[in-house]
């Protein structure tokens, strides 16, 4: 589970930080060239009062949760590998696992969310069509699929959570299914 939730936190954050797409329109007669980027500090003729522009915040944010996932799945599966006797004989590495899981997963929700937002409001700013001619439009595809692999951190990252749970709050006569091995696995 860990070196998928590691894939997808390299995939999360390098879709976002590598993006940049040029964005080509024409006002007033005056042809204009943009290059939008990461981290998303846009100047163009918006036409919305309260429009700034400015959604670094939730791009930063978004990339930094997915780096410190990142960084921490290594951590994580260099601890399941090297130490795995100290993982299993001490009950405390566990339980610090689960929170610092817990942690990343709101991490993620809060930073998928946040990016979301963020991201609804570059098609919002760059939506020139009632002032202006679009002649080279901004391609958001990958940006979308940053979105989508965030929420898939998070989903990935409360399973791992509450698999834990399952597994470390055995009721007596209670029948619990867990995922280990791609398989699910009944315990009695």
């Known amino acids: 589970m860990r070196i998928i939730q590691f894939i997808f936190s390299i995939c999360a954050f390098a879709t976002i930080s590598g993006y940049s797409s040029a ?78 899981t817990v942690v990343l997963a709101v991490f993620w929700l809060s930073g998928s969310a946040a990016w979301a937002n963020g991201l609804n409001g570059l098609k919002l700013i760059t939506n020139l069509e009632d002032k202006c001619t679009i002649t080279a439009p901004l391609n958001f595809s990958t940006l979308n699929i940053s979105v989508i692999l965030g929420f898939l951190n998070f989903f990935s990252m409360g399973f791992r959570s509450v698999v834990l749970i399952q597994r470390d709050n055995v009721v007596p006569n209670q029948t619990i299914y867990f995922w280990t091995n791609n398989t699910y696995s009944l315990e009695i």
């Open 23 to 100: 964005y080509k329109y024409i006002c007033d007669n005056k042809q204009y060239n943009e290059t939008i980027e990461y981290p998303f500090r846009i100047d163009l003729p918006t036409g919305q009062e309260n429009s700034s522009g400015d959604l670094s915040s939730d791009a930063q944010f978004f990339v930094a949760t997915g780096v410190l996932s990142f960084l921490y799945c290594i951590f994580v599966v260099l601890l399941y590998v090297v130490c795995d006797e100290l993982y299993k004989q001490n009950t405390q590495i566990p339980l610090l696992d689960f929170g610092l």
